[in-house]
């Protein structure tokens, strides 16, 4: 990646400066014999950075998410406990070899500084610094006050708003408000959850399980599933927010009801009591200890019928952290193994795959539902 | 045919949705060069990106013998091999690998397809793929006709969940060996199991053709004969025959690209739009297409069709054997190595719009493109600019993908001066992330149920149909091959072709 010199320039000068970059720009492939630099947009990409991370701390991540998807990117740096007000903003461009030749694929960077009550003036500025009829991803890293003003003025002008539910303090509660948001904005803005993309590869491979016919006979019978999961180490008992999603994902998706709450057994293990169609189904959740784990969050997956005949699919971390394997024991035989790589649970990854997306996700939204409609 | 659905509550909303039912792979020719370079590494790839189903299975076969160890070894390999380092995850290839097995057939001994058949009950009940297969002719082509009979001997062209084969190219080598092929293999199959494979559909480019002309309001008011003087597609290649000598000097570039490839951009290019993209609603209209297409009358060959056959030269500065030098190819061949004809399509849409196709071996450098030349605007009021080049669309297919604008621009300053100039947008300088190879679109289609980017038999019928009158005239021995130096654009009578149409070639 490379960066041109950073100018700090005055807010209503930035559009002007952007196009001053870009000649500048011109003129350094033309300096060194490049073939001319390329910009192409398909979106904008709006983040909020958590206050106290810098903008050198970010970037790496932010020149991934746009390797793949060309965006102008306007990153806002806030600090809402300074007393004094302030606005300040710089353009960058970020640049990266397209791996052929010296050809490279160019982004622009919008970066703004606001501190103290200036930080209401962001939504507005924002507006007129996207580039008008593409989409507008906010992608809000730290979790955003729901309630808040400035967050609703955000939302009003995205398209599509990226968070991560993992660090919800109180996972119920706080999913629960998303919900209510999703409910309340059924046209608009769609919701992306980090949180609930890591989850994706377990529902891939669960659902390939299923695939297979002669196990999907299994479905109306299942009646146990057991959650285990690294427990972040609160001091209250909760289930975390991954496992909330997951249980909400496969009883949504196979119309369980829960009629009651959680009923915790101790700190650690707590039976969930779901009421399908005729049948009782139990959500065992297991909060294990960090210590020891090659991954945070999800460890394990099963899913049981008990009785005659049994079937058993189980779907866990590999001791090399890396993969997920899953298998089937059916009448005491294992069989049907798979084995999916895990990607790098990293922010910038997960964040790219949100991006590739416009429209609502249905089944992240039902889920959410799925949780307060009880 | 619409692809298959089935009813898995749990793939609901992931975004994978396009996931085949459980299903086993039957490759004939597995001990061949195209199972290791492409399909093999092109199912693993699939893998990887979880896009198979569980159960899923693949079962080699060819006269080798060799036990389903040996070729999960094999296999393991290739995909080493052919695959970069970086791609490759050798826990989910270890998976994937226990999915793989393998029994030998051979055409003379149809016990070996009873084994076939009972390998294939076997994993239906231990994999759970419910009957469903996807069978791959690999094998040299004179072996289809035999294979597709064996297969319907054995009761293998049906079975309780779907059938379908894919068969490689080439389908036929004439219109009569073609519709031969033909008849043996609607005997057995019906149209709608039958996947004829050009690989050239599955490339990404090749798709996008339809998304330009589609999915934008601006370019199809102008894709007809008021705004289009003609089209130029050309597929260059600066490789030789390399060691397929003996194939190609039977072949030629006609049947080796023009019939199925070039023909296939032909249609997609030229085609009306199809009221959905369901697989019969385009290939209706590809085949609608490619019937108007004026058939080539044999006494004014030399008007609608030029051929070469390269000498010794040199390209990128290394010097370069004559064709019939290579080795398998006869020191008197007759066969072109280069082949450009003009192609006239009788209908509204474009009467009087040539389309000029050219492919070839040796050329300077490897290109695929498809150029949209505009007419040139009616009235010329900049008198006094240099004389300006026609709008024209590009649309690059391989390498460096894109497309290309050419339009007139003012250059700054007090005088009008008007120059040319390209307006560019490159897929690799605009998006970071690769695009899959064609092959994997191609299979995961097929094992859909999605015939779409497949060629269907009337297709195939009509472009032998087109070509035959050239084949036969080139039957006649060319006294005057070779005709063009390896490392240059071709022979010159195909530049005093273009020039008798008032044109030119594109330089590339
Ligand atoms: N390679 C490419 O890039 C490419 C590209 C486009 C199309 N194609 C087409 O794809 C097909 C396969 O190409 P390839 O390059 O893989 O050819 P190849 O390397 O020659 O392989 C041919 C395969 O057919 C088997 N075979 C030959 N005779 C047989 C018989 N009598 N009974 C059963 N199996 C027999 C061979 O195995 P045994 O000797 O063990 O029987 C071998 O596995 C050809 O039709 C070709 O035109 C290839």
């Known amino acids: 990646m490379k960066n041109l010199p950073q100018r700090a320039v005055d807010v209503s000068v930035i559009e002007h400066e952007l196009k001053e970059l870009w000649e500048q720009m011109t003129e350094v492939s033309a300096e060194e014999d490049q073939q001319a630099v390329m910009r192409a947009c398909v979106a904008n990409l709006v983040v909020v950075n958590p206050a106290g991370e810098s903008a050198g701390e970010i970037s790496p991540m932010i020149a991934e998410v746009t390797h793949q998807h060309p965006s102008r990117v306007i990153l806002l ?154 427990g972040g180490g609160s001091s209250e008992p909760s289930i975390s927010a991954h496992g909330l999603l997951l249980a909400a994902w496969l009883a949504s998706r196979l119309h369980w009801k829960a009629t009651t709450k959680p009923h915790w057994i101790d700190e650690r293990t707590c039976d969930w009591q779901l009421e399908a169609e005729d049948r009782t189904v139990t959500i065992h959740i297991e909060i294990t200890s960090p210590e020891g784990a090659v991954r945070p969050g999800l460890n394990s997956l099963q899913l049981l019928v008990e009785g005659e005949p049994s079937a058993q699919w189980v779907a866990s971390i590999a001791a090399d952290g890396k993969h997920l394997e899953g298998y089937v024991r059916l009448e005491g035989r294992s069989e049907g193994a798979r084995v999916i790589r895990l990607d790098d649970d990293e922010e910038a990854q997960l964040a790219g795959r949100e991006l590739e997306i416009l429209g609502h996700d249905q089944v992240y939204e039902q889920s959410l539902k799925w949780l307060v409609s009880r | 045919m619409q692809p298959s659905e089935f009813e898995n509550p749990l793939r609901e909303g992931l975004r994978l949705e396009r996931t085949p039912e459980p299903c086993t792979m039957v490759i004939f020719g597995a001990s061949g060069d195209l199972t290791k370079r492409k399909l093999v590494p092109a199912l693993y790839s699939l893998a990887q990106q979880s896009l198979l189903p569980g159960g899923f299975s693949i079962v080699g076969s060819a006269r080798t013998p060799m036990s389903s160890e040996d070729f999960r070894a094999r296999m393991t390999e290739a995909v080493h091999h052919f695959l970069d380092p970086g791609q490759v995850d050798s826990r989910v290839l270890e998976n994937c690998a226990a999915g793989m097995f393998y029994t030998p057939t ?225 020191p008197d061949s007759n066969t072109e190595t280069y082949a450009a004809i003009k192609l006239l399509v009788d209908n509204w849409r474009w009467a009087d719009v040539p389309f000029y196709l050219r492919s070839a071996k040796c050329l300077p450098k490897r290109v695929t493109e498809v150029a949209v030349q505009f007419r040139r605007a009616p009235h010329l009021l900049f008198k006094d600019s240099e004389p300006l080049q026609p709008n024209s669309l590009t649309l690059r297919i391989q390498p460096d993908e894109g497309i290309t604008l050419r339009f007139g621009a003012k250059l700054p300053g007090q005088a009008i001066q008007v120059r040319t100039v390209n307006m560019d947008f490159r897929y690799g300088t605009s998006f970071g992330k690769k695009s899959p190879d064609a092959y994997e679109r191609l299979l995961l289609d097929a094992m859909l149920g999605d015939s779409t980017l497949f060629a269907r038999g009337d297709m195939v019928e009509t472009s032998w149909r087109l070509l035959m009158p050239v084949l036969e005239a080139w039957q006649k021995p060319a006294d005057h091959f070779p005709n063009y130096e390896a490392g240059s654009w071709g022979p010159r009578e195909s530049d005093e072709f273009m020039h008798r149409e008032g044109r030119r070639w594109r330089r590339l």
């Open chain 1, 77 to 230: 740096l806030c600090e809402p406990d300074s007393s004094q007000a302030s606005l300040d903003a710089m353009v960058t461009a970020q640049c990266h070899p397209s791996g052929r030749g010296r050809k490279q694929i160019c982004c622009e960077q919008i970066v703004i500084q606001a501190a103290g009550e200036d930080i209401s003036r962001l939504p507005s500025l924002v507006r007129t610094l996207v580039i008008p009829d593409l989409p507008v991803f906010l992608w809000w890293r730290d979790l955003p006050d729901f309630k808040s003003a400035l967050f609703t003025d955000f939302m009003q002008g995205a398209d599509r708003v990226i968070l991560d539910s993992a660090g919800l303090a109180d996972a119920r509660q706080g999913l629960r408000t998303l919900a209510g948001l999703v409910e309340e904005k059924p046209q608009k803005t769609a919701f992306s959850d980090l949180n609930w993309c890591r989850l994706t590869p377990w529902r891939v491979l669960v659902a390939g399980f299923f695939d297979v016919p002669k196990y999907r006979a299994y479905l109306p019978r299942l009646n146990r599933v057991q959650i285990k999961s690294v």
């Open chain 2, 106 to 330: 051979d055409v003379k001994d149809p016990d070996s397809f009873k084994r076939l058949s009972e390998l294939l009950s076997d994993l239906d009940e231990q994999r759970g793929t419910s009957g469903n297969r996807l069978f791959y002719f690999s094998t040299p082509p004179t072996l289809y006709a035999p294979l597709t009979q064996l297969l319907g001997s054995v009761g293998l062209n049906r079975s309780s969940g779907w059938t379908r084969v894919i068969i490689e190219k080439p389908f036929g080598h004439d219109l009569e060996s073609m519709q031969a092929l033909n008849k043996q293999v609607l005997e057995v199959f019906r149209e709608e199991q039958v996947y004829r494979i050009d690989h050239y559909l599955g490339k990404e480019t090749v798709q996008n053709i339809l998304v330009l002309r589609f999915a934008n309001g601006i370019f199809e008011p102008l894709w007809n004969r008021r705004y289009v003087d003609h089209v130029q597609i050309t597929a260059a290649e600066s490789l030789g025959v390399e060691n397929r000598g003996g194939y190609y000097d039977q072949a030629g570039v006609l049947r080796d690209m023009i019939q199925n490839h070039l023909l296939q951009i032909f249609t997609l290019v030229a085609m009306e739009p199809p009221v959905s993209l369901e697989a019969d609603a385009v290939r209706d209209e590809k085949t609608k297409v490619m019937q108007a297409v004026r058939p080539i009358e044999s006494q004014h060959m030399d008007q609608f069709a030029v051929r070469g056959q390269y000498e010794a030269g040199a390209i990128n500065g290394q010097p370069v054997k004559g064709y019939r030098e290579e080795k398998n190819v006869s």
